[in-house]
Structure formats: C-alpha cells, structure tokens
C-alpha cells in the first residue's frame, strides 16, 4: 500500500512532527510511505526519519536556493495544488485543516484522503464545505473528536487514534536523580513562567533539586529574565532543543508542564513512556487527556492559588520517593497504549475498513 503523510513542514521540532516520524517509520515496516512536507526549510529533518521512509517537498525555502514560485503563500499554494494532483497514494493523511481542504479539493479522488486533527480548526466554514468529500478524520483525543463530530454533523466519520510514541524499547529513569523536566516549545501557551514561580518556592524549601527546560522559542528571553529576577539562576537551566526528548526525560525524576493546552501531548506521553510521573495543570483540552490522577501523575486545579497549589504538589513529590515511584510505574503502564506498533496497527485497521466501506 502506498501512503503520502502531507505536512506543512518535516524540517520543524513540533510534536505534531514528531508524531508523524514515529507513525512513518513503523508503517513503512509493511507499506511503501512517504512523507510529503509543504515547505523545506533546513538540510535535514530536526527528527531522524526511517530510511525507508521517503522525504519529499513541494518548496524549497532553504536560504540561497532558487525558488520556482517566488512570491510567496499564493504561489506555494498553486504548487501544492499540482502536486496533489498529480500525487501518487493509495491513501493521503493531512496534518492541518488548510492541507485537509486542499486535499478534499485537488487529490485525485480514487485515492483515499483522511485528514489527521490535533485542534479545533481556526475558520470553520471552509471546513464544514470541503470536509465531506474527504473518506474521514482522525483526532488523537476524545474531546477533539467530540468536537469534530459536532462541527462536521455526521457528514465526515470521525475516528479516534493517539499519537505514536518512537519505537521502542524506551528510556527508563532510574528515579535518582534530583531533576525535574519540561519540554516543548518555549511559547505563551506552554506557560512555562507558571512553571518557574512555582518551582521558586520549590527552590526556597529544596534547593537541591533542579529545574531543566527543554526547547526553544520566542518566549525565551523573557523566561531567562524571569528566572533572573526570581534568583534562580543555580537552579533552572535552560538545555536548549534535543531530538530526543524521551531520552532526557529518562534523566530526571519528575516532568512538569504548565501548559494551558496540551492538544499536541507528545511530551507528555513521551515523559510516561520513559517511567516518569508528570505534573500538570488541569487546564481543558490539556495534560488530563493523557494523565491520569493519582495512577500516572498529579493534576493541580488551576485558578486562584494556583502557583503555590502546584509548588505544594511538586514538594509533595519530592518528599515521597515511594509514590513518585508508584507513579512512574502507573505512567509506565498507561504509555503502552502510544507504542508505535499499536498506533500503526489502528490507522491499517481505519484503513482497510474506509477502503471496504468505499
């Protein structure tokens, strides 16, 4: 079976990226895959890709290189729509709402075109008009795929199907080091500054312990800023971006996020699968999709009170080697569920099932 992933971009750290790779790599142990990214903007992918996993673009943006289509979105635009085309799958998966439309549009339609959703589109209406032509859509969490039904009334079928994990085996922390971890990208709405203040009381209480933020972004200097005023240059350490995420999670003895959404949960699951309990904020649409309460990790009540609530539950982890441990092993187990083979075998199943129903 051959099967184009059509992304905006293979090149970027995103864990929607991410996903992608892991899902590619492991579908391409029995298919003839390829990933197809809209734009290329580096040499090499920020994520290794399975060298049977073929890499394709439709524009290349690297800096010094000729550009077929000069001026700019319209013109990329129309070389999508020709690639699509003239695109050779058995079945295509979107990655975003404006791949997904161009899809239903252009793609030829004997081929079967399911568009992959992580949020809620951000203008509706041509969703609701092109949606229907395509063979069906797939969320990684229950409330997204509540709110997809809703948005398209029963005219697309919508499936649910987590996000895969790297193919394994995994890193395993040993659960002695003194580390606590974050990771994603350092934007708004990761709300890594309510991660810092909490972990300012932390710091007062166990100064042995640190803080490692992982990733990069336009909120950095701003957050360097904040861990200045605040003191805490011995203890929050900003590690810059890495590949592999899982592997220095595996480092620490607890991962926190103070994400105010979490639809992307890459970092989260990628924190269980490596044995680490995660604490977080019980933000809608956030890390309680993934987390589970006291069996694979601590949810805080946002609101008021809220910094010192989650610096209390960090300390309260802290101070208890037994359940922290207790946790890793609840985390541990809940992660199997995102193994790539599992995740691979769901999507052939929707496939194999969409293209009977045909």
């Not at 995103?14 to 790599?25: E, F, M, P, Q, T």
């Not at 959703?117 to 797939?138: A, H, S, T």
């Not at 085996?169 to 974050?182: C, G, K, L, Q």
Request: aromatic share 6%; charged share 25%; net charge positive.
């Amino acid at each position: 079976m051959r099967i184009c992933l059509l992304v905006p971009s293979a090149y970027g750290m995103r864990g929607d990226v991410r996903s992608v790779v892991n899902l590619a790599g492991e579908l391409a142990e029995r298919h003839d895959v390829e990933i197809l990214s809209v734009r290329r903007h580096r040499e090499k992918p920020f994520f290794p890709i399975e060298p049977a996993v073929n890499l394709s673009w439709v524009v290349d943006a690297r800096p010094g290189v000729r550009r077929l289509f000069p001026r700019g979105q319209m013109s990329t635009e129309v070389a999508l729509w020709r690639r699509l085309r003239t695109l050779r799958a058995d079945v295509l998966i979107t990655t975003r709402p404006a791949l997904g439309v161009q899809a239903a549009r252009h793609a030829p339609r004997e081929m079967l075109r399911i568009a992959r959703e992580w949020g809620r589109p951000p203008v509706p209406g041509p969703i609701r008009k092109f949606y229907p032509r395509l063979d069906g859509v797939v969320t990684a969490t229950e409330a997204s795929r509540q709110e997809w039904v809703r948005l398209l009334d029963g005219r697309t079928p919508v499936s649910l199907i987590p996000d895969a994990l790297p193919a394994g085996p995994w890193p395993r922390s040993r659960m002695d080091n003194r580390i606590v971890a974050a990771g994603g990208r350092l934007v708004a709405a990761k709300a890594h500054d309510r991660l810092i203040r909490a972990f300012a009381i932390v710091a007062g209480k166990c100064p042995g312990w640190r803080l490692r933020l992982y990733g990069g972004g336009p909120e950095e200097k701003r957050l360097r800023d904040l861990v200045a005023s605040l003191g805490l240059h011995n203890h929050v350490y900003f590690m810059g971006t890495t590949p592999d995420l899982a592997g220095e999670f595996a480092k620490a003895s607890i991962v926190a996020t103070a994400s105010r959404t979490e639809e992307l949960g890459m970092t989260v699951i990628e924190a269980m699968a490596s044995g680490v309990p995660v604490i977080a904020f019980d933000s809608p649409r956030g890390p309680g999709e993934f987390v589970t309460h006291g069996r694979s990790g601590v949810l805080v009540p946002e609101g008021e009170g809220e910094i010192e609530a989650y610096a209390s539950a960090l300390l309260a982890l802290i101070d208890d080697e037994r359940r922290r441990r207790e946790l890793a092993a609840g985390a541990l187990g809940a992660a199997a569920v995102y193994g790539a083979p599992a995740v691979a075998a769901r999507w052939e199943e929707l496939i194999t099932g969409t293209s009977r129903g045909a």
